[in-house]
Each structure stands twice: as structure tokens, then as C-alpha cells.
């Protein structure tokens, strides 16, 4: 076996390589020479926070209840499960009985959850 000659597939790798390192130079580059050639602008009205046009008011650090968070991580959770029933529906006759008895396993804590959360009244919203 000759180690001297490239097969086809090191020739993909050493053209992924190729596109990667011209990637990287272009970026490189490109934060390099806008950072020497842009304009250098810094006055107090320049370096003030910007929020959609509103100028703003008072500190950004305010207190939100924890049941905004609990919503988004609830919602991120049945979403992520969601992603893992389609698999499921489309091969659900040939995985059978098993597929079946297996998704229902997986279900089963998520279902629990939603149930505790119920119960202790996180997505009541007084």
C-alpha cells in the first residue's frame, strides 16, 4: 500500500480542510480589516444602551417570578418530546407491540411531571 498517494476519501477530508481554513482566513480577515479601516465614533450618546428605539429607564436586573421560567423550560420540555414522536408515528407498525410498550416508558416520567406541576399550581397565573 502506497502512504504516498491520497485515496478518495482523504481527498474529501483535505477538501473539507480547504474550506475550513478559508473560512476561518476570510473571517479573520474580515474582523481584522474592519476593525483597522471602520470608523472610530465613541461618544457618550455611541456607547449608551439601545433597546428597540426606547430609551432606558431604570435598572435592567428586575425581579421576575420563577414561574416564567418554570413555563419556558415546561414548554422546551413537551417541545424536545415532541421531537421524539414522529420517529415513532412513522414506524409505529413496524415496531409493534414493543415500540409501543417502549414509548410508553418514555412518556410516562414526562406525563408524572406535568401532573406534579399541575398539582402544585405552576401554571396558574394569578
Not at 414506524?91 to 412518556?107: A, D, Q, R, T
Request: aromatic share 16%.
Amino acid at each position: 500500500m502506497d502512504t504516498g498517494s491520497m485515496t478518495g476519501s482523504n481527498m474529501d477530508y483535505l477538501a473539507i480542510l480547504i474550506q475550513f481554513l478559508v473560512v476561518l482566513s476570510f473571517v479573520g480577515i474580515t474582523i481584522i480589516l474592519t476593525h483597522l479601516l471602520g470608523p472610530k465614533r465613541k461618544n457618550e450618546e455611541k456607547l449608551s444602551n439601545f433597546e428597540c428605539g426606547i430609551e432606558s429607564i431604570g435598572d435592567a436586573r428586575l425581579p421576575y417570578s420563577v414561574k416564567y421560567f418554570l413555563a419556558a423550560i415546561l414548554f422546551v420540555l413537551f417541545d424536545i418530546e415532541i421531537i421524539f414522536f414522529y420517529p415513532w408515528a412513522v414506524n409505529f407498525k413496524e415496531l409493534g407491540m414493543s415500540g409501543f410498550i417502549k414509548m410508553i416508558i418514555f412518556v410516562t416520567p414526562f406525563l408524572l411531571g406535568y401532573f406534579y406541576v399541575i398539582k402544585k399550581g405552576v401554571l396558574k397565573w394569578h
